[in-house]
């Protein structure tokens, strides 16, 4: 019998990171327990899904020691919140790029002390994990670096800057000519700002390896995403959205020889017949905004419920991996606009018009197998409360069972969210 | 022998079911622990098949073994087994509120439950009547006195009760400030039953369905005839009653 999970504590590191250690010392064993009951509990796991239970219990340690030992060489660390941000650059750089925490529900009263209570649940969770110095990956970057996707963000980077120092990218809200021109000098700043923490300038070769870094990354993302389609599931929606997460704090090069890894393993489990639920279980896609660490609340009801989640599509889901970069360039400047265009096609509803997101959902639907349509959407984020309704649309024209729901970080909706859960996977059994 | 029992937030229904009918059918408050009201009742036929619906169905069946279906489900069942024709059915209960759309052969298309908050449900009218000293009962009857009415801008329960007070000291009429919630309440729930899209009909249930006033406001509002079931609290109930059982 090995070891029971544990997530790890070291005051230490936390002590030299600035943190409120006394405080966040009651972190580790409240997720210890969360991740008990909603990870371990689960049956017929994949063994390979170990190296990420074992990310988990280094969230607060081992993954931080790693990443202060490449800050310590000079090289760049930086904290982002979004898709949009590309990674590429700071990979090119030899550094880190970190999603940073904006997933629970502790840190939202810190915030709600000096944030409005009427906006965004993950703006007020980061804002809050910084403030209350409660998130090693915080304290450990360099600097944030925000973007315009929101009103709630792009309003918040100017007062985290007062704790972090928090840059802006601006990213356009639409897809003309003009926009891409902005946006290609958005992401030359961006290298630019990247390139004076290393002091050196990232030149071609560093940034071809880095875009072949993170294309096999997003490439084996979408392996696992196709054979998890597989009806019977050879994986759970949780363990899924769980490696989506880790996806965005691990080092990549361990973290794609792994998933590659899970995925033989599923391949096997497939020709063996092995499955996580039989066919015949309600298979769901979920869509809409994202799930930050430790943000399991809809897949861990929908699961208990006796459903399955099939995909997300989701900035933490395809949104993250569908598209790569082209590797053809020659020059510095065609590979940030091969960078940019890539980005581009990334369908967040922060865009308008953004018509072939609905598209890719539906696309996605049917790749997936998936009997219903979940969409998820954090409070306060119009832009995607209001994409629903086009996206309803399309289901019922498609007679796709369709279900919207809203919700945040806190528990007090969990009865009813529950209770729609169960009437939606009814609906779908008829 | 088949019971069905729905423990909601205010109150516990249960229907006996057999031969075709409704034998009998008890509402008891739900109190502190619910699940004990609807383990007395389901004593007296220890040897009925059960199926339980409602905020405590889950609770209920760590006592009892019995099959379980969502208020949606045993609406819909409860509901087209009291209409034939039924398409359209809006619930309104102690804690939340719902529409539930039926296909033509009473299946379940789509649904739409209130936000986590108690407006436009049956605790806010109760909340509304307790500021204004009316008992439940008479809330209704005394919103139907009056032709007049203004505006209540609040739907959240606690500003709501604040703007009531206001009204009060301003020397409204408690008669004209019961229709004035009234009004609210049907106009929140019109709008929610608008967003889902409505035939020619509604079918009205859950214990609010019993304030006469709230349904002729509704029917105005929406322009078509509201149904309601003899006894509106039990079709919950009486739906997981007539719900096969698998055990």
Redesign the interface.
């Given at each position: 019998m090995s070891e029971p999970f544990k997530i790890k504590s070291d005051p230490e590191l936390w002590e030299k990171l600035g943190m409120d250690v006394s405080r966040f010392s009651g972190m580790p064993p409240m997720l210890t327990t969360a991740y008990t009951n909603i990870f371990l509990s689960q049956k017929n796991r994949p063994s390979e899904m170990a190296y990420f239970d074992n990310m988990i219990e280094n969230i607060h340690t081992g993954r931080i020691h790693e990443i202060m030992a490449v800050k310590e060489t000079g090289k760049p660390v930086i904290g982002t919140f979004c898709v949009y941000v590309p990674e590429e650059l700071i990979v090119a750089a030899g550094g880190i790029c970190v999603g940073l925490c904006g997933g629970a529900q502790g840190s939202i009263a810190d915030a709600e002390k000096i944030l409005p209570r009427n906006i965004c649940p993950m703006v007020k969770s980061a804002f809050g994990f910084k403030i209350g110095k409660i998130c090693p990956y915080f304290q450990a970057v360099d600097l944030v670096y925000g973007e315009t996707t929101c009103d709630a963000k792009k309003k918040t980077w100017e007062l985290l800057d007062r704790y972090v120092p928090t840059h802006v990218m601006e990213i356009p809200q639409m897809k003309r000519e003009r926009d891409k021109k902005l946006w290609v000098e958005e992401v030359k700043d961006f290298k630019a700002a990247v390139d004076k923490i290393s002091g050196t300038e990232t030149e071609f070769d560093d940034i071809a390896g880095a875009i072949k870094t993170i294309n096999a990354k997003r490439a084996a993302l979408q392996r696992l995403n196709n054979l998890r389609h597989f009806n019977p599931s050879p994986i759970s929606g949780r363990d899924m959205l769980l490696i989506e997460q880790i996806a965005f704090y691990d080092e990549p090069v361990r973290f794609t020889e792994k998933v590659h890894a899970l995925c033989n393993e599923l391949d096997k489990r497939i020709k063996d017949g092995v499955a996580v639920a039989p066919a015949s279980t309600p298979r769901i896609l979920v869509s809409g905004t994202p799930m930050a660490l430790p943000n399991w609340k809809l897949h861990n009801i929908i699961e208990s419920s006796g459903a399955i989640v099939v995909n997300e599509e989701s900035c933490i889901g395809t949104r993250y991996y569908k598209d790569l970069i082209d590797e053809g360039s020659t020059s510095v400047d065609q590979q940030l606009e091969r960078l940019t265009e890539r980005y581009m096609k990334i369908d967040c509803s922060c865009f308008t018009p953004n018509d072939e997101r609905i598209d890719q959902v539906i696309k996605e639907y049917e790749e997936s197998g998936a009997q219903g349509i979940i969409d998820y959407c954090l409070q306060f984020c119009h832009t995607y409360n209001i994409e629903a309704v086009k996206l309803r649309e399309a289901c019922e024209q498609r007679g796709i069972?369709?279900?919207a729901i809203?919700s945040d970080y806190s528990p007090?909706?969990v009865?009813?969210l529950q209770?729609?859960v169960?009437?939606f996977i009814?609906?779908i059994q008829? | 022998m088949k019971v069905g029992i729905d423990l909601g937030s205010r109150t516990v229904k249960a229907v006996l079911w057999h031969n075709d009918e409704i034998i009998s059918h008890q509402i008891t408050e739900s109190s502190f622990d619910p699940h004990r009201q609807a383990l007395a009742f389901l004593d007296q036929y220890p040897s009925a098949a059960v199926v339980a619906t409602g905020?405590g169905r889950h609770l209920l069946q760590q006592h009892r073994p019995l099959n379980v279906?969502?208020?949606?489900?045993a609406h819909a069942i409860g509901a087209r087994h009291l209409f034939a024709e039924c398409r359209t059915i809006l619930d309104v209960g102690g804690q939340?509120s719902k529409v539930i759309l039926l296909d033509e052969s009473g299946?379940?298309?789509?649904?739409q439950?209130n936000?986590?908050c108690a407006a436009g449900t049956g605790r806010f009218l109760e909340m509304m009547s307790v500021s204004l000293g009316y008992e439940l009962e008479e809330f209704g009857r005394a919103a139907a006195e009056t032709d007049e009415g203004t505006a209540i801008n609040s739907m959240c329960a606690v500003f709501a009760e604040s703007e009531v007070v206001s009204l009060k000291n301003r020397g409204v009429p408690p008669s004209v400030i019961a229709r004035s919630v009234h009004l609210a309440v049907a106009g929140r729930l019109a709008a929610m039953v608008s967003k889902s899209g409505y035939g020619d009909h509604l079918f009205f249930c859950g214990g609010v369905a019993n304030n006469q006033t709230l349904v002729k406001l509704l029917e105005i509002q929406l322009g078509v005839p509201v149904r309601v079931p003899p006894n509106p609290s039990i079709t919950g109930a009486l739906g997981a009653a007539l719900h096969p059982i698998r055990l």
């Amino acid at each position: 019998m090995s070891e029971p999970f544990k997530i790890k504590s070291d005051p230490e590191l936390w002590e030299k990171l600035g943190m409120d250690v006394s405080r966040f010392s009651g972190m580790p064993p409240m997720l210890t327990t969360a991740y008990t009951n909603i990870f371990l509990s689960q049956k017929n796991r994949p063994s390979e899904m170990a190296y990420f239970d074992n990310m988990i219990e280094n969230i607060h340690t081992g993954r931080i020691h790693e990443i202060m030992a490449v800050k310590e060489t000079g090289k760049p660390v930086i904290g982002t919140f979004c898709v949009y941000v590309p990674e590429e650059l700071i990979v090119a750089a030899g550094g880190i790029c970190v999603g940073l925490c904006g997933g629970a529900q502790g840190s939202i009263a810190d915030a709600e002390k000096i944030l409005p209570r009427n906006i965004c649940p993950m703006v007020k969770s980061a804002f809050g994990f910084k403030i209350g110095k409660i998130c090693p990956y915080f304290q450990a970057v360099d600097l944030v670096y925000g973007e315009t996707t929101c009103d709630a963000k792009k309003k918040t980077w100017e007062l985290l800057d007062r704790y972090v120092p928090t840059h802006v990218m601006e990213i356009p809200q639409m897809k003309r000519e003009r926009d891409k021109k902005l946006w290609v000098e958005e992401v030359k700043d961006f290298k630019a700002a990247v390139d004076k923490i290393s002091g050196t300038e990232t030149e071609f070769d560093d940034i071809a390896g880095a875009i072949k870094t993170i294309n096999a990354k997003r490439a084996a993302l979408q392996r696992l995403n196709n054979l998890r389609h597989f009806n019977p599931s050879p994986i759970s929606g949780r363990d899924m959205l769980l490696i989506e997460q880790i996806a965005f704090y691990d080092e990549p090069v361990r973290f794609t020889e792994k998933v590659h890894a899970l995925c033989n393993e599923l391949d096997k489990r497939i020709k063996d017949g092995v499955a996580v639920a039989p066919a015949s279980t309600p298979r769901i896609l979920v869509s809409g905004t994202p799930m930050a660490l430790p943000n399991w609340k809809l897949h861990n009801i929908i699961e208990s419920s006796g459903a399955i989640v099939v995909n997300e599509e989701s900035c933490i889901g395809t949104r993250y991996y569908k598209d790569l970069i082209d590797e053809g360039s020659t020059s510095v400047d065609q590979q940030l606009e091969r960078l940019t265009e890539r980005y581009m096609k990334i369908d967040c509803s922060c865009f308008t018009p953004n018509d072939e997101r609905i598209d890719q959902v539906i696309k996605e639907y049917e790749e997936s197998g998936a009997q219903g349509i979940i969409d998820y959407c954090l409070q306060f984020c119009h832009t995607y409360n209001i994409e629903a309704v086009k996206l309803r649309e399309a289901c019922e024209q498609r007679g796709i069972p369709f279900m919207a729901i809203e919700s945040d970080y806190s528990p007090d909706d969990v009865g009813q969210l529950q209770t729609r859960v169960e009437a939606f996977i009814e609906q779908i059994q008829g | 022998m088949k019971v069905g029992i729905d423990l909601g937030s205010r109150t516990v229904k249960a229907v006996l079911w057999h031969n075709d009918e409704i034998i009998s059918h008890q509402i008891t408050e739900s109190s502190f622990d619910p699940h004990r009201q609807a383990l007395a009742f389901l004593d007296q036929y220890p040897s009925a098949a059960v199926v339980a619906t409602g905020y405590g169905r889950h609770l209920l069946q760590q006592h009892r073994p019995l099959n379980v279906i969502t208020e949606i489900k045993a609406h819909a069942i409860g509901a087209r087994h009291l209409f034939a024709e039924c398409r359209t059915i809006l619930d309104v209960g102690g804690q939340d509120s719902k529409v539930i759309l039926l296909d033509e052969s009473g299946r379940v298309s789509s649904f739409q439950m209130n936000d986590k908050c108690a407006a436009g449900t049956g605790r806010f009218l109760e909340m509304m009547s307790v500021s204004l000293g009316y008992e439940l009962e008479e809330f209704g009857r005394a919103a139907a006195e009056t032709d007049e009415g203004t505006a209540i801008n609040s739907m959240c329960a606690v500003f709501a009760e604040s703007e009531v007070v206001s009204l009060k000291n301003r020397g409204v009429p408690p008669s004209v400030i019961a229709r004035s919630v009234h009004l609210a309440v049907a106009g929140r729930l019109a709008a929610m039953v608008s967003k889902s899209g409505y035939g020619d009909h509604l079918f009205f249930c859950g214990g609010v369905a019993n304030n006469q006033t709230l349904v002729k406001l509704l029917e105005i509002q929406l322009g078509v005839p509201v149904r309601v079931p003899p006894n509106p609290s039990i079709t919950g109930a009486l739906g997981a009653a007539l719900h096969p059982i698998r055990l």
